[in-house]
């Protein structure tokens, strides 16, 4: 049989000197044929389109001091940068299993990985929430080393299809698996005014909750449903009008924010994942396990911290962090996406 002919595919043309909409970055989207022009990008502190930069990876590894043969489980993969970087500490002996919802993002990451020569020998990936690392621990066995990194992927924020930025057009959709339950655009047609304003206090703090509620189903009952990411920009703003105009730009930008994670964790339910997955930690962790995760927000903070907390104080983790790790200075500048970032870590009693 002959070998078919394969076809040059021609690029996606854009207007101007440089592409602006996701779809045709074709650079970002082919960081290795690229990798003096993405490292240009990452130098001035940004992240390039369709990729993540793993955050706090060397305070990680130092932490959860991974031996060759150890059994590990990253319960959010991501992109895969923690992961690649975990299985390089087991020098090709042990295992760790990887989990992540997304089915989009994951089957790329997997091939990523797999095409850097980590097999099913060495690793598996899940598509498994990991609330239920229960199921996953009964198939593996218990693990020497836990990661979870609860942060959205810059691959997810970035490409506007899926709903989780304000600053490009695209449906309001937020959830990790756009295959399962409903998107936020829905979500927010059948919430009601006092609902709306507890879930905008409650996840981000937003101080203006109230009149973002309002404005909503204000425009919902004139028949303007918040079907779009800048549909709901305008309603933010329409709600911020009160804010006097030289300080309203930059109120508006950080409501926006708020707005967004806070119907980000509804829709995905991401409190009711983290308190399953921190109430059943301590029995995937095999004596002496180690468990590091990083948080992005106040709220997924207080859950982590007091759970560890409780588990010192019965006896559970033998050690748990005082204080929260953040990242250095320099990892800031060179990636903003991680200064929000807390990390915590605790040991299982032996």
Request: hydrophobic letters at 35%; aromatic letters at 6%.
């Amino acid at each position: 049989m002959e070998p078919t002919e394969q076809t040059h595919k021609r690029r996606v043309r854009y207007s101007g000197t440089h592409p602006k909409k996701f779809s045709e970055k074709y650079k970002e989207h082919n960081p290795k044929k690229y990798g003096d022009t993405i490292e240009k990008v990452i130098s001035k502190g940004s992240t390039p389109a369709g990729m993540h930069i793993s955050i706090m990876v060397q305070e990680i590894l130092d932490f959860l001091k991974i031996q060759p043969g150890e059994n590990g489980l990253d319960a959010t993969l991501g992109y895969g940068g923690h992961t690649s970087k975990m299985l390089e500490c087991l020098k090709g002996s042990g295992h760790i299993t990887a989990l992540d919802v997304d089915p989009i993002e994951s089957v790329k990451t997997t091939e990523r990985l797999r095409n850097l020569g980590y097999g099913e020998d060495v690793l598996t990936v899940k598509h498994i929430n990991f609330a239920n690392i229960d199921e996953v621990a009964a198939e593996q066995g218990k693990f020497d080393f836990v990661l979870a990194d609860l942060g959205v992927s810059s691959m997810q924020i970035d490409n506007p299809e899926r709903g989780f930025t304000y600053k490009e057009e695209g449906p309001l959709d937020l959830r990790m698996n756009p295959r399962k339950g409903i998107s936020a655009a829905e979500r927010l047609k059948e919430v009601n005014v006092f609902e709306l304003q507890q879930m905008l206090e409650d996840y981000s703090d937003e101080p203006y909750a109230k009149e973002i509620a309002r404005e909503i189903l204000n425009r919902r009952k004139r028949g303007n449903a918040i079907e779009t990411t800048i549909d709901l920009k305008n309603a933010v703003e329409a709600a911020l009008k009160m804010i006097p105009e030289k300080e309203r730009k930059e109120a508006v930008k950080k409501t926006c924010a708020r707005t967004f994670q806070a119907l980000r964790i509804d829709v995905n339910r991401e409190f009711e994942v983290l308190y399953q997955f921190m109430d059943k930690l301590p029995d995937v962790l095999a004596p002496g396990g180690r468990v590091a995760i990083l948080t992005f927000h106040s709220g997924e903070d207080r859950l982590v911290k007091q759970a560890f907390k409780e588990g010192a104080r019965a006896g559970i983790y033998s050690d748990v962090a005082r204080d929260v790790i953040r990242p250095s200075k320099e990892e800031c500048v060179r990636n903003p996406r991680a200064k929000s970032t807390k990390m915590r870590w605790a040991i299982r009693a032996k």
